[in-house]
Protein backbone atom coordinates (compact mmCIF):
# COMPACT_ATOMS: atom_id res chain seq x y z
CA UNK A 1 0.00 0.00 0.00
CA UNK A 2 1.52 3.41 -0.46
CA UNK A 3 2.08 6.17 1.77
CA UNK A 4 -0.87 8.18 -0.10
CA UNK A 5 -2.88 5.54 0.34
CA UNK A 6 -2.22 4.97 4.05
CA UNK A 7 -2.30 8.71 4.59
CA UNK A 8 -5.76 8.42 3.42
CA UNK A 9 -7.43 5.68 4.65
CA UNK A 10 -5.84 7.45 8.09
CA UNK A 11 -7.50 10.67 7.17
CA UNK A 12 -10.89 8.62 6.38
CA UNK A 13 -10.75 6.75 10.18
CA UNK A 14 -10.15 10.36 11.62
CA UNK A 15 -13.52 11.36 9.76
CA UNK A 16 -15.27 8.24 10.53
CA UNK A 17 -14.85 9.08 14.49
CA UNK A 18 -15.46 12.58 14.54
CA UNK A 19 -18.82 12.76 12.29
CA UNK A 20 -21.76 11.03 13.10
CA UNK A 21 -21.90 8.89 10.49
CA UNK A 22 -24.90 8.65 8.54
CA UNK A 23 -26.31 4.54 8.30
CA UNK A 24 -30.43 5.18 7.95
CA UNK A 25 -32.30 5.40 4.51
CA UNK A 26 -35.01 8.17 3.59
CA UNK A 27 -35.04 9.80 6.90
CA UNK A 28 -31.42 10.84 6.82
CA UNK A 29 -30.02 14.49 6.65
CA UNK A 30 -27.18 13.26 4.61
CA UNK A 31 -29.90 12.15 1.59
CA UNK A 32 -31.76 15.74 2.29
CA UNK A 33 -32.61 17.71 -0.99
CA UNK A 34 -31.80 14.75 -3.28
CA UNK A 35 -35.66 14.34 -5.02
CA UNK A 36 -36.23 10.30 -5.89
CA UNK A 37 -35.23 9.45 -9.90
CA UNK A 38 -38.99 7.83 -9.76
CA UNK A 39 -41.07 11.00 -9.30
CA UNK A 40 -40.77 11.71 -13.37
CA UNK A 41 -43.57 14.79 -13.89
CA UNK A 42 -44.30 16.42 -17.77
CA UNK A 43 -45.67 19.57 -16.69
CA UNK A 44 -48.80 19.45 -19.05
CA UNK A 45 -51.24 21.49 -16.10
CA UNK A 46 -48.83 24.24 -15.70
CA UNK A 47 -48.19 24.98 -19.82
CA UNK A 48 -50.05 27.90 -21.02
CA UNK A 49 -52.75 27.53 -23.44
CA UNK A 50 -50.97 27.59 -26.86
CA UNK A 51 -53.30 28.95 -30.16
CA UNK A 52 -54.16 26.36 -32.80
CA UNK A 53 -52.84 27.27 -36.52
CA UNK A 54 -54.50 26.39 -39.00
CA UNK A 55 -53.59 23.62 -41.81
CA UNK A 56 -54.51 22.97 -44.97
CA UNK A 57 -53.49 19.68 -44.38
CA UNK A 58 -55.21 16.80 -42.57
CA UNK A 59 -51.92 15.50 -43.80
CA UNK A 60 -49.52 17.42 -41.96
CA UNK A 61 -52.10 17.20 -38.54
CA UNK A 62 -51.83 13.59 -38.25
CA UNK A 63 -47.87 13.62 -39.11
CA UNK A 64 -47.62 16.61 -36.28
CA UNK A 65 -49.95 14.21 -34.23
CA UNK A 66 -47.63 11.67 -34.35
CA UNK A 67 -44.14 13.82 -33.47
CA UNK A 68 -46.17 14.57 -30.47
CA UNK A 69 -47.05 11.24 -29.21
CA UNK A 70 -43.56 10.46 -29.93
CA UNK A 71 -42.13 13.02 -28.04
CA UNK A 72 -44.14 12.40 -24.98
CA UNK A 73 -43.56 8.96 -24.74
CA UNK A 74 -40.29 9.48 -24.70
CA UNK A 75 -40.36 12.20 -22.11
CA UNK A 76 -42.72 10.18 -19.75
CA UNK A 77 -40.51 7.00 -20.32
CA UNK A 78 -40.14 5.36 -16.55
CA UNK A 79 -36.18 6.02 -17.44
CA UNK A 80 -36.82 10.12 -17.89
CA UNK A 81 -35.85 12.00 -14.77
CA UNK A 82 -37.32 15.46 -13.54
CA UNK A 83 -39.75 15.89 -15.72
CA UNK A 84 -40.28 19.45 -14.90
CA UNK A 85 -36.75 19.86 -14.89
CA UNK A 86 -35.70 18.95 -17.58
CA UNK A 87 -38.93 20.98 -19.70
CA UNK A 88 -37.03 24.27 -18.88
CA UNK A 89 -33.84 22.90 -20.40
CA UNK A 90 -32.40 23.27 -23.43
CA UNK A 91 -32.83 20.46 -26.20
CA UNK A 92 -28.96 20.03 -26.42
CA UNK A 93 -28.88 19.40 -22.68
CA UNK A 94 -31.91 17.18 -23.01
CA UNK A 95 -30.57 15.04 -25.92
CA UNK A 96 -27.10 14.46 -23.86
CA UNK A 97 -28.75 13.60 -21.23
CA UNK A 98 -30.42 10.55 -22.73
CA UNK A 99 -27.97 9.74 -24.58
CA UNK A 100 -26.10 6.38 -24.58
CA UNK A 101 -23.34 5.39 -22.46
CA UNK A 102 -19.78 6.76 -23.79
CA UNK A 103 -16.64 5.03 -22.57
CA UNK A 104 -15.16 8.55 -23.81
CA UNK A 105 -17.18 10.58 -22.21
CA UNK A 106 -17.16 8.59 -19.06
CA UNK A 107 -13.37 8.63 -19.11
CA UNK A 108 -13.07 12.73 -19.98
CA UNK A 109 -15.48 12.59 -16.93
CA UNK A 110 -13.29 10.87 -14.87
CA UNK A 111 -10.39 13.25 -15.45
CA UNK A 112 -11.91 16.34 -14.43
CA UNK A 113 -10.89 14.54 -10.43
CA UNK A 114 -7.44 14.10 -11.71
CA UNK A 115 -4.29 16.07 -12.29
CA UNK A 116 -2.81 15.33 -15.35
CA UNK A 117 -0.71 12.41 -15.60
CA UNK A 118 -3.12 10.97 -12.88
CA UNK A 119 -4.66 7.06 -13.60
CA UNK A 120 -6.52 7.34 -10.34
CA UNK A 121 -8.93 9.78 -8.09
CA UNK A 122 -7.38 10.36 -4.96
CA UNK A 123 -8.73 12.13 -1.78
CA UNK A 124 -9.12 16.08 -3.44
CA UNK A 125 -10.17 14.50 -6.21
CA UNK A 126 -13.25 11.95 -4.48
CA UNK A 127 -14.13 15.06 -2.50
CA UNK A 128 -14.95 17.15 -5.14
CA UNK A 129 -16.82 14.16 -6.47
CA UNK A 130 -18.86 13.81 -4.06
CA UNK A 131 -19.98 17.34 -3.70
CA UNK A 132 -20.75 17.09 -7.44
CA UNK A 133 -23.28 14.52 -6.91
CA UNK A 134 -24.25 16.08 -3.70
CA UNK A 135 -23.51 12.72 -1.60
CA UNK A 136 -20.98 13.30 1.44
CA UNK A 137 -17.73 11.11 1.41
CA UNK A 138 -18.94 9.04 4.56
CA UNK A 139 -22.02 8.71 3.50
CA UNK A 140 -22.53 4.70 3.49
CA UNK A 141 -23.94 5.50 -0.42
CA UNK A 142 -20.27 5.68 -1.46
CA UNK A 143 -19.50 1.97 -0.05
CA UNK A 144 -22.16 1.00 -2.21
CA UNK A 145 -20.88 3.06 -4.95
CA UNK A 146 -16.89 1.46 -4.58
CA UNK A 147 -18.36 -1.92 -4.50
CA UNK A 148 -20.40 -1.77 -7.79
CA UNK A 149 -16.76 0.42 -9.78
CA UNK A 150 -14.83 -3.04 -7.75
CA UNK A 151 -12.47 -0.33 -5.99
CA UNK A 152 -9.86 -2.37 -4.36
CA UNK A 153 -8.28 0.58 -2.18
CA UNK A 154 -10.66 3.00 0.28
CA UNK A 155 -10.44 6.60 -0.78
CA UNK A 156 -9.24 6.00 -4.37
CA UNK A 157 -10.76 4.73 -8.19
CA UNK A 158 -8.60 3.58 -10.40
CA UNK A 159 -9.33 4.55 -14.47
CA UNK A 160 -10.13 1.28 -14.99
CA UNK A 161 -12.59 0.59 -11.95
CA UNK A 162 -14.03 4.15 -13.01
CA UNK A 163 -14.63 2.30 -16.62
CA UNK A 164 -15.57 -0.80 -15.63
CA UNK A 165 -17.99 0.14 -12.74
CA UNK A 166 -19.89 3.29 -14.84
CA UNK A 167 -20.35 1.07 -18.00
CA UNK A 168 -21.61 -1.21 -15.53
CA UNK A 169 -24.26 1.86 -14.58
CA UNK A 170 -24.32 3.02 -17.86
CA UNK A 171 -23.39 6.19 -16.22
CA UNK A 172 -21.14 8.30 -17.93
CA UNK A 173 -21.87 12.25 -16.02
CA UNK A 174 -23.09 13.61 -13.27
CA UNK A 175 -26.73 13.90 -13.66
CA UNK A 176 -27.01 10.03 -14.71
CA UNK A 177 -25.30 9.23 -11.53
CA UNK A 178 -27.65 11.27 -9.36
CA UNK A 179 -30.18 9.45 -11.18
CA UNK A 180 -28.97 5.93 -10.05
CA UNK A 181 -28.71 6.89 -6.28
CA UNK A 182 -31.91 5.55 -5.81
CA UNK A 183 -30.44 2.10 -6.91
CA UNK A 184 -27.40 2.41 -4.54
CA UNK A 185 -29.86 2.59 -2.00
CA UNK A 186 -31.86 -0.52 -2.55
CA UNK A 187 -29.20 -2.10 -2.82
CA UNK A 188 -28.10 -1.43 0.44
CA UNK A 189 -31.47 -2.20 1.76
CA UNK A 190 -31.56 -5.28 0.03
CA UNK A 191 -30.48 -8.74 2.50
CA UNK A 192 -28.14 -10.25 -0.48
CA UNK A 193 -26.85 -7.46 -1.93
CA UNK A 194 -26.07 -5.72 1.53
CA UNK A 195 -24.34 -8.90 2.46
CA UNK A 196 -22.08 -8.76 -0.40
CA UNK A 197 -21.83 -5.06 0.11
CA UNK A 198 -20.70 -5.94 4.12
CA UNK A 199 -18.51 -8.89 3.11
CA UNK A 200 -16.76 -6.43 0.31
CA UNK A 201 -16.16 -3.82 3.01
CA UNK A 202 -13.75 -5.92 5.07
CA UNK A 203 -11.31 -6.19 2.07
CA UNK A 204 -11.90 -2.64 0.45
CA UNK A 205 -10.74 -1.00 4.40
CA UNK A 206 -8.27 -3.37 5.45
CA UNK A 207 -4.28 -2.33 5.03
CA UNK A 208 -3.58 -4.84 2.06
CA UNK A 209 0.04 -5.82 3.65
CA UNK A 210 -2.59 -7.36 6.76
CA UNK A 211 -4.97 -9.91 7.00
CA UNK A 212 -6.98 -8.97 9.50
CA UNK A 213 -8.96 -5.34 10.48
CA UNK A 214 -7.08 -3.07 12.56
CA UNK A 215 -10.39 -2.64 15.92
CA UNK A 216 -10.42 1.27 15.64
CA UNK A 217 -10.88 0.78 11.61
CA UNK A 218 -13.15 -2.03 12.13
CA UNK A 219 -15.71 -0.17 14.89
CA UNK A 220 -15.83 3.00 11.96
CA UNK A 221 -16.93 0.26 9.48
CA UNK A 222 -19.46 -1.28 11.43
CA UNK A 223 -21.02 1.84 12.58
CA UNK A 224 -20.89 3.13 8.90
CA UNK A 225 -23.02 -0.13 8.30
CA UNK A 226 -24.89 -1.76 11.29
CA UNK A 227 -25.59 1.63 13.46
CA UNK A 228 -29.04 1.49 12.05
CA UNK A 229 -29.52 -1.80 11.42
CA UNK A 230 -28.72 -3.76 15.13
CA UNK A 231 -29.89 -3.07 18.31
CA UNK A 232 -27.07 -3.94 20.17
CA UNK A 233 -24.35 -2.30 17.64
CA UNK A 234 -23.76 0.55 20.30
CA UNK A 235 -23.17 -2.08 23.55
CA UNK A 236 -20.81 -4.07 20.60
CA UNK A 237 -18.98 -1.10 20.15
CA UNK A 238 -18.26 -0.46 24.23
CA UNK A 239 -17.45 -4.30 24.33
CA UNK A 240 -15.22 -3.62 21.24
CA UNK A 241 -13.49 -0.79 23.51
CA UNK A 242 -12.82 -2.39 26.84
CA UNK A 243 -11.73 -5.44 25.26
CA UNK A 244 -8.49 -7.26 24.66
CA UNK A 245 -8.84 -7.36 20.51
CA UNK A 246 -6.50 -5.01 18.48
CA UNK A 247 -7.89 -6.66 15.22
CA UNK A 248 -10.92 -8.40 13.49
CA UNK A 249 -10.67 -11.65 11.29
CA UNK A 250 -12.88 -11.75 7.71
CA UNK A 251 -14.43 -14.78 9.68
CA UNK A 252 -14.84 -12.57 12.63
CA UNK A 253 -16.51 -10.07 10.69
CA UNK A 254 -18.81 -12.25 8.63
CA UNK A 255 -20.54 -13.47 11.57
CA UNK A 256 -21.38 -10.32 13.08
CA UNK A 257 -23.47 -9.27 10.48
CA UNK A 258 -24.44 -13.70 10.70
CA UNK A 259 -24.95 -12.66 14.65
CA UNK A 260 -27.37 -9.26 14.22
CA UNK A 261 -29.28 -10.70 11.92
CA UNK A 262 -30.26 -14.10 13.41
CA UNK A 263 -30.12 -13.68 17.30
CA UNK A 264 -33.32 -11.66 19.32
CA UNK A 265 -32.46 -8.32 20.72
CA UNK A 266 -33.28 -10.51 24.15
CA UNK A 267 -31.11 -12.93 23.42
CA UNK A 268 -33.56 -15.60 23.85
CA UNK A 269 -32.20 -17.53 20.79
CA UNK A 270 -28.65 -17.54 21.79
CA UNK A 271 -27.05 -20.93 21.85
CA UNK A 272 -24.24 -21.01 24.11
CA UNK A 273 -23.08 -24.29 22.34
CA UNK A 274 -23.68 -23.01 18.94
CA UNK A 275 -21.16 -22.20 16.01
CA UNK A 276 -20.26 -18.60 16.92
CA UNK A 277 -17.04 -17.29 17.20
CA UNK A 278 -15.78 -16.71 20.68
CA UNK A 279 -15.47 -13.36 20.63
CA UNK A 280 -19.31 -13.14 20.27
CA UNK A 281 -19.99 -15.50 22.96
CA UNK A 282 -17.66 -13.61 25.00
CA UNK A 283 -19.54 -10.27 24.15
CA UNK A 284 -23.37 -12.42 25.37
CA UNK A 285 -21.21 -12.86 28.19
CA UNK A 286 -20.48 -9.36 28.64
CA UNK A 287 -23.84 -8.08 27.85
CA UNK A 288 -25.44 -10.87 30.63
CA UNK A 289 -23.19 -9.18 33.35
CA UNK A 290 -24.27 -5.66 32.73
CA UNK A 291 -21.65 -4.93 30.43
CA UNK A 292 -18.86 -4.83 32.96
Not at 46 to 67: F, V
Not at 106 to 125: D, K, M, R, S, V
Not at 253 to 266: Q, V, Y
Request: hydrophobic share 35%; charged share 20%.
Amino acid sequence: MSQNQATSSSALLHQFDQLNLSTGFGTSPTFAGLSPYTESVFPLDSMAPKRKRKTSSTHDDGERGKRVKEGLKQYLHPNSLHGSVHHQHSSSHHHLHHQAFSEKRCLAWFQEYTTQGENQIGPEGMEKFCEDIGVEPENVVMLGLAWNLGAKNMGFFSSQEWINGMSHLQVDGVPKLKAKLDLLRTQLSDQVSFKKIYRYAFDFARDKDQRSMDIDRAMAMLALLLGGRWSHHSAFHHFLEQSHYKVLNKDQWCNILEFSRAIHPDLSNYDEDGAWPVLLDEFVAWLKSGGV
